[in-house]
T-cell receptor, first 115, second 115 residues
Framework: GAGVSQSPSNKVTEKGKDVELRCDPI?????LYWYRQRLGQGLEFLIY????????KSGLPSDRFSAERTGESVSTLTIQRTQQEDSAVYLC?????????????FGEGSRLTVL | GNSVTQMEGPVTLSEEAFLTINCTYT??????LFWYVQYPGEGLQLLLK?????DKGSNKGFEATYRKETTSFHLEKGSVQVSDSAVYFC??????????????FGQGTILTVHP
């Protein structure tokens, strides 16, 4: 597609359930990022994939969070045993990462509400 | 660690007013600095950037100058329009390296422009 696509756009779940969020990056973009935005706060880096290199998971807040990406395609962010503090908008971004222009292309986000 | 502090909003202006949104940062080395904008119903998109001290980024009438002596990157526009209503995010990334898109964001400033 023309832009970064995320699904679902909205997800309401009960505390303790697992959720999966999907990101389809711009075709040809080698780098993919997940960020989280909690209400009234800035974006927090979660995880970064670059090609076939080992992902940078330094931003994941706990071992309940994990993400996968196959090659340079779709990525899935999984949150296990969700907690109320996981409620946030989860944003995915991709970039061509050609020499470090710093321009990320963001999706519209997946809004997660944990009841 | 790196951090970005933005002027708190929301900011409400009349059309054709002058806009300043303050942004200061803390970082080691020589980071690159960015302003991202999120229009209603859309994903974040890069507005402008500066990669070294005294650089001025500009786009769509917006400007920001990388001031290393004051560790600032304030966003300005001489005459705002209703269509500028959006959320503005200041961000930085560490210089160079392969994780260029691992950005540190400010909390965002909501701008509303009235006719």
């Amino acid at each position: 597609g023309a832009g970064v696509s995320q699904s679902p756009s909205n997800k309401v779940t009960e505390k303790g359930k697992d959720v999966e969020l999907r990101c389809d990056p711009i075709s040809g973009h080698t780098a993919l990022y997940w960020y989280r935005q909690r209400l009234g706060q800035g974006l927090e880096f979660l995880i970064y994939f670059q090609g076939n290199s080992a992902p940078d998971k330094s931003g994941l807040p706990s071992d309940r969070f994990s993400a996968e990406r196959t090659g340079e395609s779709v990525s899935t962010l999984t949150i296990q045993r969700t907690q109320q503090e996981d409620s946030a908008v989860y944003l995915c971004a991709s970039s061509a990462n050609t020499g470090g222009t710093g321009e990320l292309f963001f999706g519209e986000g997946s809004r997660l509400t944990v009841l | 660690g790196n951090s970005v502090t933005q002027m708190e909003g929301p900011v409400t202006l009349s059309e054709e007013a002058f806009l300043t949104i303050n942004c200061t940062y803390t970082a080691t080395g020589y980071p690159s600095l960015f302003w991202y904008v999120q229009y209603p119903g859309e994903g974040l998109q890069l507005l402008l950037k500066a990669t070294k001290a005294d650089d001025k980024g500009s786009n769509k009438g917006f400007e920001a100058t990388y001031r290393k002596e004051t560790t600032s990157f304030h966003l300005e526009k001489g005459s705002v329009q209703v269509s500028d209503s959006a959320v503005y995010f200041c961000a930085l990334s560490r210089a160079g390296g392969t994780s260029y898109g691992k950005l540190t964001f400010g909390q965002g400033t909501i701008l509303t422009v009235h006719p």
